[in-house]
């Protein structure tokens, strides 16, 4: 923050009147203060003007009643400060925070500038807390609705200085200051603006002062400067707009008001300037938390600068458009025009993208909601490479993004025409390893992927299964790590009932294969066997985990539930006496029945009737073909 004159130049004119006509109004500690100072601002390179004499000498001055000595001490408080900044105490800010009342607007000026220095270093944060402590607010409040533009200009830089830092932002928000600060954002002066939308900006970082803004007035102000031809207005206003859309009630009222808000955004993320760009596509992925936002960012041409970004070399834009493109995909309209515009490359190639996992979990997670409502959608997925891509990652992968993978091929393995290819393509061999993952979402995932993958292909009206080939779970049975095999065991015997139920549930599709050899696997296991049977007695409830399969992000979180107890126990005994009763008709030489259609109502389980058992059968198949956005 400069100031039009110099302090020596104010301080020698000064002396040059006052020897002529002022010299009886000075006090005999004024004149002495005066020539002090002259003879400091000659040595400033080697002068302390923060303590002793120096500072005695500014203060004398500050508290002058003579406003020739104000203006000069105001002068030299901003010619020092700019030049160099360290922390200061009382002493030396009472005199500035006195000369900030002055009604003279040379001093006005010149004091909030030495006031905005010394809050502008992040590495001397005290100095930003004890001017607010001390009662610097209220004079810049007041020097904000100068009618001087140089004074106002100032008064604004030093409130946005002073809002960067957290303990100061609640005390500005009810400070009075909010109001005057979004009338300033309107100024005709691009600093003043500036100053103003930055101040406006740092005010956005908590839930609290959001709504104080809001409350102000701030929104539509913002809004229309979006528009500004200032490349740094622009970003303060995109980037305070992007944390305003954070809140649900914030988003809610800027549908309401704000009906260009969209497409300002969306222009903005073709801005010559990056750091715009990139707010840009941020400000739309908060909006894009609501479904209303999902479908008109799409409405708005959206995808195509979306596409341009997620293409990019900076890692900023690609995260900032992976992460809004991949809550625009939780729409299921928006899930086809996503992949005709060309998503599917790009993001395939970002699950690669190893400098950063954010970067990968968006990817894969807007792949997994493509993938949520369309068999073409799905198909389409697994042909542009996202499985083969997937196999190769996905053991190597952080663990966040190893559940987003995993719950991709759950959702793929849904599909009845793509279950042969997966299992070609030996999705098996890494989904094993996974399920003795220290994650038990990723242990989830992968179990529920290869449930899907079991549950083989079709089982007709009347209860026949259809001739799949079921040879891939016999290749991995024993490997790797133990294959199916030490995996379904470890699940049954888990502490967690939703590990139980998969297992249990997963078994029961295996044994209705009708295949010889799994079946003979499954009765002959020495592990598996006692486990089911446990299960199949036990009365005792398990507990169970929030964390397994993934979960829908088109309705409410599906859960399993016990038909009792409310932990999905009853399920789990149900489906493990009927892999006992497969088991036993397998001995006899019988045919295992389909647990489908009316056969069920012939189980010996107490008390069950068909309807019983095919409400079971949905439960359990809802849990497993249900997908959870990453949001």
Known sequence: MGVASSCCESCCKFRSRRSQQYEPLLLENEREAVADLLQYLENRTTTNFFQGSPLTALTTLSFSDNVDLQRSAALAFAEITEKEVRPVGRDTLDPILFLLSSQDTEVQRAASAALGNLAVNSTFPENKLLIVKLGGLEPLIRQMLSPNVEVQCNAVGCITNLATHDDNKTKIAKSGALVPLTRLARSKDMRVQRNATGALLNMTHSDENRQQLVNAGAIPVLVSLLNSVDTDVQYYCTTALSNIAVDGVNRKKLAQTEPKLVS????????????????????????????????????????????????????????????????????????????????????????????????????????????????????????????????????????????????????????????????????????????????????????????????????????????????????????????????????????????????????????????????????????????????????????????????????????????????????????????????????????????????????????????????????????????????
């Open 264 to 631: 300002s955004l969306v222009a903005l993320m073709d801005s010559p300037s990056l750091k715009v760009q990139c707010q840009a596509a941020l400000a739309l992925r908060n909006l894009a938390s609501d479904e209303k936002y999902q479908l008109e960012i799409v409405k708005a041409d959206g995808l195509t600068p979306l596409l341009r970004l997620l293409q990019s070399t900076y890692l900023p834009l690609i995260l900032s458009a992976a992460a809004c493109v991949r809550n625009v995909s939780i729409h299921p309209q928006n899930e086809s025009p996503i992949i005709e515009s060309g998503f599917l490359q790009p993001l395939i190639s970002l699950l690669s993208f190893k400098d950063n996992e954010e970067v990968q979990c968006h990817a894969i997670s807007t792949l997994r909601n493509l993938a949520a409502s369309s068999e073409k959608n799905k198909t389409a997925i697994v042909k542009a490479g996202a499985v083969q891509t997937i196999k190769e990652l996905v053991l190597e992968v952080p663990m966040n993004v190893q559940s987003e993978m995993t719950a991709c091929i759950a959702v793929l393995a849904l599909s009845d025409e793509l279950k042969g290819r997966l299992l070609e393509m030996g999705i098996c061999e890494v989904l094993i390893p996974l399920t003795n993952s220290p994650s038990s979402e990723v242990q989830g995932n992968s179990a529920a992927a290869l449930g899907n993958l079991a549950f083989m292909l079709t089982h007709d009206p009347d209860g026949r299964t259809a001739s799949d080939d079921y040879s891939a779970f016999n290749d991995v049975w024993d490997k790797p790590d133990g294959g199916m095999h030490r995996y379904l065991y470890n699940f049954l015997t888990s502490v967690d009932a939703t590990f139980q139920h998969i297992a249990v549930w997963t078994i029961v599709q295996l044994l209705e294969s009708g295949d010889p050899q799994l079946i003979s696997n499954i009765r002959n296991s020495n592990l598996l066997i006692p486990a089911i049977r446990q299960l199949a007695t036990s009365r005792t409830p398990t507990p169970t985990a929030s964390v397994g399969t993934p979960r829908s992000h088109h309705s409410q979180t599906q859960s399993y539930q016990d038909t009792e107890a409310g932990d999905g126990h009853g399920e789990i005994q149900l489906l493990a006496r009927r892999i006992q009763e497969i088991v036993e008709e397998d001995i006899d030489g019988g045919v295992p029945r389909s647990v489908t259609g009316s056969h069920i109502g012939t189980s010996s389980v107490a008390s069950s009737t068909g309807r019983e058992h095919e409400e079971l059968r949905r439960s359990v198949r809802e849990a497993f073909s249900s997908t959870g956005s990453y949001h």
